[in-house]
């Protein structure tokens, strides 16, 4: 299959059952939602040495928000359940009660799991917190020396999918890079799904293990590193000379997909030779995203 | 569809009327419903004696025209929605521990407070009343919201363990006297109890959360002004706890 010229490889994503939380954060402008989201985002690329992936999902307006005003919102995943409650309240308590006007409340209301936050946050208020129940969620009121911060008692969590993906081979650099950001553009905002890597991209895929070391969990993916093609097994075509990968993580695998579709499809540009997917072999993701099969009806 | 309770003609007194709300009262047929016995002047009888019942059970019911006379409505109610589309009696939704019961009208005293022989008044849920309540709003609630849509009459609040009282109107005298850790929102005027102390004006996110459901579900006069403006906090009753507080409007 090709799209535009650009080689659609016959193979697929793999990807894990992993569990989310989404975080509405609300502030007085656009500015300081956007700066506590960026805060609580950071550092939160890969479960392999940040505990949890996390990303802006999309900018809220005031009516989409719970106290009317602006607001974004983040997904936040790990890979067991009892992390999530340890992750949240470690990153909410650093970067949204930190921040000045924010608020911080759950957005998955209807999820039936719920951890708790605000009832371990609270606590920072050293017996001067208070709580309100509003529409049937309680939510506490922690004194901070700008006035309160309001924190939802407890978080939605649900099953979500992390490390779909694909790969973009392109001749050289530039062209690498620009089909990337033109994925990322296209993929930005849609409901359900992040990008947790820098900007959306990942430079520096990675294999499991490491051929030096017993320890290490993960190491360079040389397989697809343009270095290395004459002192290693490569799997780059001829002509290539970069890679860059996309990394999504999404509430479902339908979100994830249509963001595969709709980011390949923008990434099929001149300089472009191919388009490719990391797996497993199919043995440790339950969730195969066939590249071809996603593709179906793109060939304009 | 919901049950709409109508009057057949208006009641001669008082009745005690909390039967009509008691227990699972949600899933009853119009006719189950009709058969529950109140107590009045002259002794018991059928709800069907003073009230025609039209539609089908699903959780929510109307009553129709004035229930002034009809006291202890919605007293102890659990859950579902009540609506009353005129006034109601004393001790409207007192002791009620969740749902929502809407008063279109007035309410007379001890609205949300505590039912006879209780030390706690409201314990949960949501008492919306779009007009205005006599003495003792609120008195002892434990939690839950009260929403006045007017003015209340002395002793709101009086001796209120937590929850919110929010008056659109004016708090009557001697508001809030006794409170533990209860809040008062005042949007039109009152009387600072000596036993409060000023603390800061600020503007509560969760004010401004509340304010959007008092206006978005309920249809309260909730104004951008009350939305985006900044509140001084008093807190009080230093006669007790000092961990309530009130929630004094500064209007531009």
């Given amino acids: ?300 | 569809m919901s049950i709409t309770l109508t009057p057949r003609q208006p009641l001669a007194g008082p009745v005690d009327a909390r039967a009509i709300l008691a227990g699972a009262w949600g899933a009853l047929t119009p006719a189950e419903l009709l058969a529950r016995e109140l107590e009045g002047p002259d002794g018991a009888f059928a709800l069907g004696d003073a009230f025609t019942a039209a539609g089908s059970a699903d959780g929510t019911l109307v009553i129709e025209g004035d229930a002034s006379r009809l006291q202890w409505l919605g007293a102890g109610l659990a859950g579902g929605s009540v609506e009353v589309r005129g006034n109601a009696g004393d001790y409207a939704g007192a002791g009620m521990s969740g749902g929502a019961l809407v008063i279109r009208g007035s309410a007379g005293d001890f609205a949300g407070g505590g039912a006879a022989g209780r030390k706690r008044g409201m314990t949960g849920g949501e008492l919306i009343i779009h007009g205005s309540t006599g003495a003792s709003t609120g008195a002892a609630a434990r939690r839950g919201l009260i929403a006045v849509g007017g003015s209340t009459g002395p002793f709101a609040g009086f001796s209120m363990i937590a929850g919110t009282i929010v008056a659109f109107g004016a708090f009557g005298p001697d508001t809030g006297l006794l409170n533990k850790r209860g809040t008062l929102v005042s949007l039109g005027s009152i009387t600072r109890p000596s036993t409060y102390r000023p603390a800061c004006s600020y503007a509560p996110d969760w004010l401004r959360m509340l304010f959007l459901r008092l206006r978005d579900r309920y249809g309260m006069a909730v104004s951008p002004a009350h939305l985006d403006g900044t509140y001084q906090r008093l807190s009080g009753d230093f006669a007790e706890l000092g961990k309530g507080e009130i929630l004094e409007w500064n209007a531009a």
């Fill in chain 1, 1 to 300: 299959m090709k799209i535009r010229g650009v080689e659609i490889v016959d193979t697929f994503a793999e990807a894990f059952t992993m569990r989310s939380a989404r975080i509405i954060i609300t502030a007085v402008s656009p500015r300081w939602a956007r700066e506590a989201a960026l805060k609580l985002t950071g550092f939160a690329t890969s479960v392999i040495g940040c505990k949890c992936e996390a990303g802006i999902e999309r900018v809220l307006e005031p009516s989409e928000t719970p106290d009317g005003r602006p607001g974004v919102s983040i997904l936040l995943m790990v890979m067991a359940k009892d992390e999530l409650g340890k992750r949240l309240i470690e990153r909410i308590g650093q970067t949204v009660l930190t921040c000045p006007t924010t608020a911080c409340f759950d957005g998955l209301p209807d999820a039936p799991d719920r951890v708790r936050v605000g009832a371990g946050l609270r606590f920072f208020g050293d017996g001067f917190q208070s709580s309100k129940v509003i529409g049937g969620r309680r939510y506490w009121r922690i004194p901070v020396m700008e006035g309160e911060f309001l924190v939802q008692e407890d978080f939605g969590m649900v099953k979500c999918v992390g490390g779909g993906n694909f790969l973009i081979l392109a001749r050289d650099a530039s062209s690498a890079l620009a089909a990337a950001e033109a994925a990322v553009d296209r993929i930005a905002g849609t409901t359900g799904v992040i990008l947790p890597f820098p900007g959306g991209v990942v430079r520096s895929g990675s294999k499991v293990g490491a051929r030096t070391s017993k320890t290490m969990i993960a190491s360079t993916n040389d397989a697809y590193c343009p270095t290395l093609r004459a002192v290693t097994t490569s799997d780059l075509p001829p002509g290539v000379n970069s890679v860059l990968e996309i990394v999504l993580n999404g509430l479902d695998a339908d979100a994830i997909s249509g963001a595969m579709r709709v980011g390949i499809d923008a990434a099929c540009i001149e300089g472009v030779l191919a388009i490719t997917a990391g797996n497993y072999g199919g043995k440790l993701g339950p969730h195969h995203f066939h590249l071809r099969k996603l593709m179906e009806g793109v060939t304009a």
